[in-house]
């Protein structure tokens, strides 16, 4: 049995939930998600409540299936009530970012200003050196997090780049100089 995949999904009140054999969509205030099925996975709702379960649960590969696509779900309807945010920090001299219309505008010390077109279902806000991604799928908000950390990751010596809001960022020690005598 999948400790996670055996777990019930409650419904809270305002979510729509359509269950069909390949697909189940989520409707709520934030907005609508669809999640495809594999064929081997089940999902039954009853009064308010999401069930997930798969053909063979003593099989290891379909174990895996089962707690991935109860997951998958969960996170669905928490994202269309809720949402997800992921704060992301920069840190160096002269590094900053700016929304013009519906682009990401990055100056991390490069030649040339970044623009990273924000996709559909995110809202994107900068406030100072600190950029907030929203939105209703977990996935979506986690990979443009990704991508705009990946423009310039911070760095071990002085921490210089951009880091989510959270992340330690490991310093070394710069070089020692001895002194010259003799």
Known sequence: MSKIGK???AIPSGVEVAVAPTEVKIKGPKGESVVAL????AVTAADN???VSVKNPD???QKALWGTFRSL???AVTGVTAGFEKKLDIVGVGYKAQMSADKLILNLGYSHPIELAVPAGLDVKVE???ITVNGFDKQAVGEFAALVRSQRKPEPY???GVK???????????KVVKAVGG
Do not use: C, F, M, W
């Open 7 to 9: 777990k019930i999904i």
């Open 38 to 41: 594999h064929p081997k996975v």
């Open 49 to 51: 409540t999401l069930s």
């Open 59 to 61: 099989d290891r590969r």
């Open 73 to 75: 779900i969960a996170n």
């Open 128 to 130: 100072k050196n600190t």
């Open 158 to 160: 002085k921490g210089k």
């Open 164 to 174: 989510y809001q959270n992340e330690v960022v490991r310093r070394k020690a710069g």
